[in-house]
Structure formats: C-alpha cells, structure tokens
C-alpha cells in the first residue's frame, strides 16, 4: 500500500484534530480554590494520604465532601515533608 502526500497530510490533520478534541477538560465543574475556602466547613471530612507525584511519599490531607474531592493540604504531622 503507497501512501502519497495529499493523504498523508490529510491524515495528520485529522490525527492532530483528534489528538486536541481528546485533550479537552470536560470534568471541571467548579472555580479551583484553595484549602484554606474550606477548613471551616463542618461538612468536609479530612483523610490523610501519600502524595504520588514521586517516590517520596509525602503526607497530605484530601478534604471530602459529598464523596467528591474538594482540597488537599500538606500534613503538618507527617514525618517525610512536615506539611
């Protein structure tokens, strides 16, 4: 099968076109904030987890509501990073 340079172009557009409709972010459905919006709501419960950007395995907290996730903070009582 030949391939010639009108289809190969063709082709990867269509792939480029594909590759940037993909990498839309449809799941965003709130304004991003910070910890700090909501450490005083009683309705948020906090679980301490590893962070997993990398081996170390920092502590944090993830702030819950709702079953959703809606902070993470640094654990101020974790060994590895002191929060």
């Known amino acids: 099968m030949t391939i010639d340079r009108r289809h190969f172009i ?3 557009a269509l792939a480029a076109t594909a590759s940037a409709l993909g990498c839309r972010n449809e799941m965003a459905t709130s304004e991003p904030g910070t910890a ?3 450490v005083g709501d009683p309705n948020v419960a ?3 987890a590893p962070c997993r950007y990398c081996g ?3 502590g ?3 702030g819950v509501k709702d079953n959703r996730i809606v902070a993470v903070r640094g654990d101020e ?3 590895v990073n002191r929060g």
Do not use: F, L, R
Request: some cysteine.
């Open 36 to 38: 700090a919006d909501v």
């Open 10 to 12: 063709a082709s990867s």
């Open 46 to 48: 906090w679980d301490k």
């Open 56 to 58: 170390t395995g920092c």
């Open 60 to 62: 944090v907290e993830v």
């Open 77 to 79: 009582q974790s060994p």
